[in-house]
């Protein structure tokens, strides 16, 4: 008999990263949010998130910058604690810079934010 509780596995893809991630603007600016971005480690992983796949576009024009995250399928807290590191790379490297980031929904997240879960 197991008397240990109930057990929540998450399981995830694993899948390789994409080539490269898409950039756009000038080579400078996107070499410093690059470097920026390599020193983010995964939170339960050794790599960065550049190398892990997760970062796939960095567009910087005029004023702007937005960086493309994939959070993919987990934990929501992993997936905000993601997020808000890589922004936090993005701010340092681009300052005096609006700034916007998009990635996909945690599916993990998907029941909770609607409430069921």
Do not use: N
């Not at 596995?9 to 949010?33: F, H, Y």
């Not at 399928?73 to 609006?98: I, K, N, Y």
């Amino acid at each position: 008999m197991d008397t240990r509780g109930p057990t929540t596995i998450w399981i995830q893809p694993v899948r390789a990263p994409d080539a490269e991630p898409r950039l756009t603007g000038p080579q400078d600016r996107l070499d410093a949010v690059m470097d920026a971005l390599r020193r983010v480690q995964e939170l339960r992983e050794t790599r960065d998130i550049v190398a892990s796949g997760r970062v796939q576009a960095i567009e910087i024009a005029d004023g702007e910058a937005t960086l493309t995250l994939r959070m993919g399928q987990g934990l929501c807290d992993d997936a905000h604690v993601m997020a808000e590191m890589a922004f936090e790379a993005l701010r340092s490297s681009l300052p005096d810079t609006d700034l916007y980031l998009r990635h996909d929904r945690p599916l993990g997240c998907a029941g909770k934010a609607t409430g069921g879960g």
